[in-house]
């Protein structure tokens, strides 16, 4: 059904569907924007969900007081095309996005008001992934059916946004709560019609601050925990059978809010909680039929529209925000649980995940990643045999030309092959150790001048005790050793022998460690993993 | 006969007394000046940031002896001197004659200068491998110029612990009181004008120095401190074979054409290489009947030695352990 209206004098009759579902209330060619009924056919219903669409040069984009005023214009066309309706509520949508909700009454003469949690900016999500399908309409936003009664309520903590954040850092400064460009922060946020109308005019405007600043230390003295509820956007992909869900696209580490534009102040500008467990979030789970109807529901020309809108619940460290001094303001939050919902508004939701299964999603994205880096770390071990394999003959070559000390070297050392790699020398390993004040790495042949565990001298290099920590093998007299181990030497009075606490040690059976001095069978050391 | 040694013995007593206050008067008068001496030297100097002294005490003898001397570096580091004695001055009008300089209980933080620089250099990682954190020892040099032998005399000799020892003597004649007063009064201005007043200083004082001669040098070191250091923490990554390869500091054949007979040419070949491979003491000492001018035919360009075998043939040298 095509229902008309006329916008006194300033909209022009209308009859054009925008979609099949729905339902054109009006249309202003001048004002460029339209007003859509949801529901299709049924669009007419106690509550009415509207939606003013604004095209991008509209001249009332930005400009909410205007927008309010041609909203309650829509009281001839709702009470003479639907009588049944006793209330409204009106989305404005401008370049796709949400910019405020408003609500009307019969009872009340269909004046439509802001609502106020509503009407703040849309958290900025980092990294936010570009949809992986094709998008329906940039505007306006797909329809959702009526609510799901059986789904779970939304969380009850408090929702994010700038002001609760700001709230949060004036709780323990009341100057600058109360300082002048704050209230006008929150007069052009409370009053923003008013504000915005009176901001140049000093003696109007100071009744508007005089309501501003009371009602703001009544907005700052509200109970707040440390819970909070944070909205953010998501695209889901393509659904996935075996796991029974949509896959959800990255939804990032963080979430900002911006200050509104456009007072200057002395609060922070910008507040980011730094979102710890997100990456659990990583699908909708959903039965086949059940993720069917929702993608029905969601499909316009063919397309599915796979936005939807995710409300977080979040525990906030205790510590608050941490200024960075840029005006930026910082603070951890712990993802707890999390509510699907199909549009911004938040308000019927799809699915809600409780603090017990949202434990459950982190656990097992923990086991996910672990697995995901034992299986790179396979592949990757995997890549690196299969390049020695490749090189062996070449490595063993090259290897034949080098000294007995960078052959030993390679030995024991950890790394790939390196024909720069040698043994330490005592003096240069004592030099660094000093001069760096700590203790250096060392791979170095060792002749043992006595026999245990802790501090047994040596025969070479001399003024040298080395050590060897379980499960290492206990040190034999006279015996060579090729170890790899961090060395460092006291700073005392005369000349303290070094001590060399070996990480990795060799127990040599030939003398000088000529056993291990065969390209062949280092490089096959190496192959084998021992690398 | 009690009473005349009773006033001997009171006349002792007082003369003791006086002596005794004098000296302690003219000492306390030395210190003073020898302070303001050196205190002025610093302050026109700018020094007083980088040497610093906890006491002085001076002799009317005119020797002077400072005490907790740091000597600090733009890096931070710091040299310390015990005890530094400046003794045997000799001025004639303001030109210094004679000195004599004495650090005992020196020390050299090694470790800390290296620690304090980026890239230290070599010699300094070496030092420091072979667990030189700090070279203490002492150290004394002195100077003197005979106007009336026209000679100059400079000794030098040190100790430094688990280093060696030094000892070193050179005597160089043929330098008149005339030279000197050049130098003197040409070195003040280039130390105001810089490189180029030094090149003048070095020009005008050219000839009289090409007249020098080598009168007597002996050196003797001792490093058998670093020889046991270096046997003790080896640079070797790996055992050796059979004894290091060490080169010859000189053929013996450049003695020989240099005149030196050949079988003295072997015998100091091998003092030297005997000591270049195992550390000890060695000692060159000039056998100089008269005096070696450095210069022939008072030429610049034509030395009387270019090379250590030149020099060894040409003063007669005896090497010995």
Same mark, same amino acid.
């Given at each position: 059904?095509?229902?008309?209206?006329?916008?006194?004098?300033?909209?022009?009759?209308?009859?054009?569907?925008?979609?099949?579902?729905?339902?054109?209330?009006?249309?202003?060619?001048?004002?460029?924007?339209?007003?859509?009924?949801?529901?299709?056919?049924?669009?007419?219903?106690?509550?009415?969900?509207?939606?003013?669409?604004?095209?991008?040069?509209?001249?009332?984009?930005?400009?909410?007081?205007?927008?309010?005023?041609?909203?309650?214009?829509?009281?001839?066309?709702?009470?003479?095309?639907?009588?049944?309706?006793?209330?409204?509520?009106?989305?404005?949508?401008?370049?796709?996005?949400?910019?405020?909700?408003?609500?009307?009454?019969?009872?009340?003469?269909?004046?439509?008001?802001?609502?106020?949690?509503?009407?703040?900016?849309?958290?900025?999500?980092?990294?936010?992934?570009?949809?992986?399908?094709?998008?329906?309409?940039?505007?306006?936003?797909?329809?959702?059916?009526?609510?799901?009664?059986?789904?779970?309520?939304?969380?009850?903590?408090?929702?994010?946004?700038?002001?609760?954040?700001?709230?949060?850092?004036?709780?323990?400064?009341?100057?600058?709560?109360?300082?002048?460009?704050?209230?006008?922060?929150?007069?052009?946020?409370?009053?923003?019609?008013?504000?915005?109308?009176?901001?140049?005019?000093?003696?109007?405007?100071?009744?508007?601050?005089?309501?501003?600043?009371?009602?703001?230390?009544?907005?700052?003295?509200?109970?707040?925990?440390?819970?909070?509820?944070?909205?953010?956007?998501?695209?889901?992909?393509?659904?996935?059978?075996?796991?029974?869900?949509?896959?959800?696209?990255?939804?990032?580490?963080?979430?900002?809010?911006?200050?509104?534009?456009?007072?200057?102040?002395?609060?922070?500008?910008?507040?980011?909680?730094?979102?710890?467990?997100?990456?659990?979030?990583?699908?909708?789970?959903?039965?086949?039929?059940?993720?069917?109807?929702?993608?029905?529901?969601?499909?316009?020309?063919?397309?599915?529209?796979?936005?939807?809108?995710?409300?977080?619940?979040?525990?906030?460290?205790?510590?608050?925000?941490?200024?960075?001094?840029?005006?930026?303001?910082?603070?951890?939050?712990?993802?707890?649980?999390?509510?699907?919902?199909?549009?911004?508004?938040?308000?019927?939701?799809?699915?809600?995940?409780?603090?017990?299964?949202?434990?459950?999603?982190?656990?097992?994205?923990?086991?996910?990643?672990?697995?995901?880096?034992?299986?790179?770390?396979?592949?990757?071990?995997?890549?690196?045999?299969?390049?020695?394999?490749?090189?062996?003959?070449?490595?063993?070559?090259?290897?034949?030309?080098?000294?007995?000390?960078?052959?030993?070297?390679?030995?024991?050392?950890?790394?790939?092959?390196?024909?720069?790699?040698?043994?330490?020398?005592?003096?240069?390993?004592?030099?660094?150790?000093?001069?760096?004040?700590?203790?250096?790495?060392?791979?170095?042949?060792?002749?043992?001048?006595?026999?245990?565990?802790?501090?047994?001298?040596?025969?070479?290099?001399?003024?040298?005790?080395?050590?060897?920590?379980?499960?290492?093998?206990?040190?034999?007299?006279?015996?060579?050793?090729?170890?790899?181990?961090?060395?460092?030497?006291?700073?005392?009075?005369?000349?303290?022998?070094?001590?060399?606490?070996?990480?990795?040690?060799?127990?040599?059976?030939?003398?000088?460690?000529?056993?291990?001095?065969?390209?062949?069978?280092?490089?096959?050391?190496?192959?084998?993993?021992?690398? | 006969?009690?009473?005349?040694?009773?006033?001997?013995?009171?006349?002792?007593?007082?003369?003791?007394?006086?002596?005794?206050?004098?000296?302690?008067?003219?000492?306390?008068?030395?210190?003073?000046?020898?302070?303001?001496?050196?205190?002025?030297?610093?302050?026109?100097?700018?020094?007083?940031?980088?040497?610093?002294?906890?006491?002085?005490?001076?002799?009317?003898?005119?020797?002077?002896? $400072?005490?907790?001397?740091?000597?600090?570096?733009?890096? /931070?580091? *710091?040299?310390?001197?015990? =005890? +530094?004695?400046?003794? @045997? !001055?000799?001025?004639?009008?303001?030109?210094?004659?004679?000195?004599?300089?004495?650090?005992?209980?020196?020390?050299?933080?090694?470790?800390?200068?290296?620690?304090?620089?980026?890239?230290?250099?070599?010699?300094?990682?070496?030092?420091?491998?072979?667990?030189?954190?700090?070279?203490?020892?002492?150290?004394?040099?002195?100077?003197?110029?005979?106007?009336?032998?026209?000679?100059?005399?400079?000794?030098?000799?040190?100790?430094?612990?688990?280093?060696?020892?030094?000892?070193?003597?050179?005597?160089?004649?043929?330098?008149?009181?005339?030279?000197?007063?050049?130098?003197?009064?040409?070195?003040?201005?280039?130390?105001?004008?810089?490189? $180029?007043?030094?090149?003048?200083?070095?020009?005008?004082? /050219?000839? *009289?120095?090409?007249?020098? =001669? +080598?009168?007597?040098? @002996? !050196?003797?070191?001792?490093?058998?401190?670093?020889?046991?250091?270096?046997?003790?923490?080896?640079?070797?990554?790996?055992?050796?074979?059979?004894?290091?390869?060490?080169?010859?500091?000189?053929?013996?054949?450049?003695?020989?054409?240099?005149?030196?007979?050949?079988?003295?040419?072997?015998?100091?070949?091998?003092?030297?290489?005997?000591?270049?491979?195992?550390?000890?003491?060695?000692?060159?000492?000039?056998?100089?009947?008269?005096?070696?001018?450095?210069?022939?035919?008072?030429?610049?360009?034509?030395?009387?030695?270019?090379?250590?075998?030149?020099?060894?043939?040409?003063?007669?040298?005896?090497?010995?352990?």
């Amino acid at each position: 059904m095509i229902q008309r209206i006329v916008f006194a004098g300033v909209l022009a009759l209308a009859t054009v569907p925008a979609y099949a579902n729905d339902t054109v209330l009006a249309t202003s060619k001048s004002h460029k924007l339209q007003v859509f009924a949801d529901g299709g056919a049924t669009w007419c219903a106690p509550t009415l969900r509207l939606r003013m669409v604004l095209e991008a040069d509209s001249p009332d984009a930005g400009n909410p007081g205007a927008q309010l005023e041609l909203m309650n214009r829509l009281k001839t066309p709702i009470t003479s095309d639907c009588k049944a309706a006793s209330a409204a509520e009106l989305t404005v949508i401008e370049q796709g996005r949400s910019t405020g909700i408003y609500k009307a009454a019969a009872a009340a003469g269909w004046v439509f008001a802001a609502a106020p949690a509503a009407s703040v900016p849309q958290p900025v999500v980092t990294q936010a992934p570009t949809p992986s399908a094709p998008q329906g309409p940039a505007s306006p936003p797909p329809v959702v059916q009526a609510p799901q009664p059986a789904m779970p309520a939304a969380p009850q903590a408090a929702e994010l946004d700038y002001f609760e954040a700001l709230a949060r850092v004036l709780r323990d400064n009341p100057a600058l709560a109360q300082d002048d460009s704050t209230i006008r922060l929150w007069a052009s946020h409370r009053y923003e019609r008013e504000y915005s109308q009176l901001q140049h005019q000093e003696f109007k405007l100071q009744p508007v601050l005089q309501r501003a600043r009371a009602d703001f230390a009544d907005y700052l003295a509200r109970p707040r925990g440390n819970v909070v509820t944070i909205a953010t956007r998501a695209y889901f992909r393509t659904y996935d059978f075996n796991a029974r869900r949509f896959p959800i696209d990255d939804l990032g580490t963080q979430v900002s809010y911006q200050k509104p534009c456009c007072v200057s102040v002395k609060v922070p500008t910008n507040f980011v909680v730094k979102l710890q467990d997100l990456d659990a979030v990583t699908g909708l789970p959903m039965d086949p039929a059940e993720a069917q109807a929702l993608a029905e529901r969601r499909t316009r020309y063919g397309s599915i529209n796979r936005t939807i809108y995710l409300a977080l619940t979040v525990r906030l460290e205790a510590g608050g925000f941490k200024g960075d001094g840029w005006g930026s303001s910082t603070i951890l939050g712990t993802v707890e649980g999390v509510t699907f919902y199909p549009d911004d508004r938040l308000l019927e939701p799809i699915l809600t995940i409780g603090a017990e299964e949202f434990a459950r999603w982190r656990a097992n994205r923990a086991a996910e990643l672990a697995e995901a880096a034992r299986l790179a770390e396979q592949r990757e071990a995997e890549q690196h045999r299969q390049r020695w394999l490749a090189q062996r003959e070449q490595n063993i070559r090259a290897l034949s030309g080098a000294p007995s000390s960078v052959r030993l070297a390679n030995y024991i050392s950890d790394g790939d092959l390196s024909l720069y790699t040698r043994l330490s020398d005592l003096r240069s390993a004592r030099a660094a150790a000093l001069m760096s004040g700590k203790p250096v790495p060392v791979a170095m042949l060792v002749q043992s001048d006595g026999a245990g565990r802790s501090k047994v001298a040596s025969k070479w290099p001399g003024k040298l005790e080395l050590t060897v920590a379980d499960p290492l093998p206990e040190l034999a007299a006279s015996q060579w050793y090729l170890v790899r181990g961090l060395l460092s030497v006291p700073e005392a009075e005369g000349l303290p022998p070094a001590q060399l606490t070996a990480q990795a040690i060799h127990i040599c059976a030939q003398p000088k460690c000529a056993d291990v001095a065969d390209p062949a069978v280092i490089i096959d050391r190496k192959l084998a993993g021992g690398r | 006969m009690a009473a005349q040694k009773n006033k001997a013995l009171i006349t002792a007593g007082v003369a003791l007394i006086v002596i005794g206050a004098g000296w302690m008067f003219a000492k306390h008068q030395a210190t003073a000046i020898a302070k303001d001496r050196i205190d002025g030297f610093l302050i026109r100097n700018n020094l007083t940031a980088q040497v610093s002294y906890q006491d002085l005490s001076a002799s009317p003898f005119g020797s002077a002896t $400072l005490s907790g001397v740091k000597l600090a570096s733009s890096s /931070g580091s *710091a040299v310390s001197i015990g =005890s +530094l004695e400046i003794s @045997d !001055v000799e001025m004639k009008g303001d030109q210094l004659r004679a000195v004599r300089i004495s650090a005992e209980k020196a020390e050299v933080p090694l470790l800390a200068m290296a620690r304090q620089q980026r890239n230290p250099d070599k010699v300094l990682r070496e030092a420091i491998g072979l667990g030189y954190t700090s070279l203490t020892g002492s150290v004394d040099a002195s100077l003197r110029y005979d106007e009336q032998k026209a000679a100059i005399a400079f000794e030098t000799s040190g100790d430094i612990r688990d280093l060696g020892t030094w000892r070193a003597k050179l005597r160089v004649t043929n330098l008149d009181a005339a030279t000197i007063n050049t130098l003197y009064a040409q070195s003040n201005n280039a130390a105001q004008l810089g490189g $180029l007043a030094l090149l003048g200083v070095m020009g005008q004082a /050219g000839e *009289a120095l090409t007249r020098l =001669s +080598l009168a007597e040098a @002996d !050196v003797a070191i001792d490093n058998s401190g670093l020889f046991k250091r270096a046997n003790e923490i080896t640079d070797h990554d790996m055992p050796s074979e059979g004894a290091a390869e060490v080169a010859s500091a000189f053929d013996e054949r450049e003695l020989v054409r240099a005149g030196m007979a050949p079988s003295e040419a072997a015998i100091t070949r091998n003092t030297v290489d005997n000591w270049l491979r195992k550390g000890g003491s060695l000692r060159v000492a000039s056998n100089l009947g008269q005096p070696l001018p450095l210069f022939r035919g008072g030429n610049i360009f034509a030395p009387s030695f270019d090379s250590l075998p030149g020099f060894l043939v040409a003063t007669k040298s005896r090497i010995s352990n």
